[in-house]
Structure formats: C-alpha cells, structure tokens
C-alpha cells in the first residue's frame, strides 16, 4: 500500500526559501496525481498545487501562483514543492496527497480533498521574521 513521507517544513522568514518533500513507499508514485494541500490553525485545509502523474501539468492556487513551484521526480519517487517568498499567511501544516486520476477533470477540481486517497502526516511550516 502507498505510502507519503512529507518532510522539509520548518521556520522560514518572509521573502525566503523552502523546499517540501513528499516521498513515497510501498508502490511507485508513477501512476499517481500529487497534490499539496495546508491548513491553518482554524482554518479548514485547501489546496496549494497538484502535479500530474508524469509531471506535465501543474495547477496552483491563486495564492501561491508565480511563487510556489511543484515539480515530481519519479525515479526517487518524490514530489518536491518550491516555496519562494513565503508569505506569513503561508503558515500552516502541510501535506501531500495522492490519488490515481488525474489532477482535475470535467467537473472534478484539483483541490477537491475526498478525490484524494492517500495522505501524509504532514509537515508545519512557520513564516515568521
């Protein structure tokens, strides 16, 4: 059975860097969508990025658009998630996810949580000065 591994948060400054790894166990991540999802303390949890299975398509929410980049590394069975001048408002746990379909199709959207199968344990991240 799949299994995700989320590792790299931690406390970041604004304008930094941070880089989130997602890896995999149990099977190869070749025939799953990732998606990456946070949640804030009160907040409910919503979707930050998805990728595809082979990597050639991507979807960002509006939030992190032109910040954040996803990227997948199928021969280390790993999802990686670029974060770039994090924002305070991007604190929160975050983790990944994987389903076997594809990120977003007909009426299914990318960030729709119940899509999604199997979850890491999640890993926090603190934008703070």
């Known amino acids: 059975q799949l299994q995700l591994v989320d590792s790299g948060g931690g406390l970041v400054q604004p304008g930094g860097s941070l880089r989130l790894s997602c890896t995999a166990s149990g099977s190869t991540l070749d025939y799953y969508a990732i998606g990456w999802f946070r949640q804030a303390p009160g907040k409910e949890r919503e979707g930050v990025s998805c990728?595809?299975?082979?990597?050639?398509?991507?979807n960002y929410a509006d939030s992190v658009k032109g910040r954040f980049t996803i990227s997948r590394d199928n021969a280390k069975n790993t999802v990686y998630l670029q974060m770039n001048s994090p924002k305070p408002e991007d604190t929160g746990v975050y983790y990944c996810?994987?389903?076997?379909?594809?990120?977003?199709?007909?009426?299914?959207?990318?960030?729709?949580?119940?899509?999604?199968?199997?979850w890491g344990q999640g890993t926090q991240v603190t934008v703070s000065s």
């Open positions: 990728v595809s299975s082979n990597g050639g398509s991507t």
């Open positions: 996810a994987a389903k076997p379909y594809p990120c977003g199709s007909g009426y299914v959207r990318w960030s729709a949580i119940s899509e999604y199968d199997y």
